[in-house]
Structures are given as C-alpha cells and as structure tokens.
Nanobody, 121 residues
Framework: VQLQASGGGLVQTGGSLRLSCAAS????????MGWYRQAPGKQRELVAA???????NYADSVKGRFTISRDNARNTVYLQMNSLNPEDTAVYYC????????????????WGQGTLVTVSS
C-alpha cells in the first residue's frame, strides 16, 4: 500500500492550501484516514481524522480553520486549510488504517511521505 501526498507549499499568513493524499495498492478497505504534522523540534501530532463513515475529529488548534474530507471511491483524503498562520508550518503526513487483500484480518496504518507547508508572516 502506498500513500502519495501532495499540495504543500509556501503561503502567506491568512492564506489557504489544500492537501491531497491518495492510497493505492492491494487495498481491501480503509477505515480511518488522517493528517498529522510535525514541526521542527516537535513531536508528530494529529491534525484531523475521518472515518469511512465520515465522522471527523480535529485538533483544537485547527478547529474552524481546517476541514478534512475523503473520497472513498478514490481512496483519497483531503485537508482544506484556511486562515493559515506561522504556527501551522510543518511537514504534513497522511495516514490510512488499511485492510489489505492479502490479510483481511489485520488493520495496519500506512503513512505518506510528507508534504511541507510553510506559512510566512
């Protein structure tokens, strides 16, 4: 299973970006999908997650500014980020809790390669 993330870049304070992450490979089904971020010198933290049924949860720091969504048919998760500020600067990683065709009894978390978001002041 491979996750390909895209959409990062440089944006000014108050700007917006949309991240995308597409999963591919021997996928039987995907449960939760999510976005995490890791700023320099800090631990990786959950930004937002969404279940296959569409239930979402967000970090308090992004509530009201970020929106997570997914397209189950395309095995793709999105993160719309609005009102960005310098504290949002980080490498953003997508995740997918996946059941593979080879082993339908196990859920494993797969990670994307990370995409850098830089917000200038």
């Amino acid at each position: 299973v491979q996750l390909q993330a895209s959409g990062g870049g440089l944006v000014q304070t108050g700007g917006s970006l949309r991240l995308s992450c597409a999963a591919s490979g021997s996928i039987f089904s995907i449960n939760s999908m999510g976005w995490y971020r890791q700023a320099p010198g800090k631990q990786r933290e959950l930004v937002a997650a969404i279940t296959s049924g569409g239930s979402t949860n967000y970090a308090d720091s992004v509530k009201g500014r970020f929106t997570i969504s997914r397209d189950n048919a395309r095995n793709t998760v999105y993160l719309q980020m609005n009102s960005l500020n310098p504290e949002d600067t980080a490498v953003y990683y997508c995740s997918a809790d996946t059941i593979t065709i080879e082993d339908e009894t196990t859920v494993a978390r797969y990670w994307g390669q990370g995409t850098l978001v830089t917000v200038s002041s």
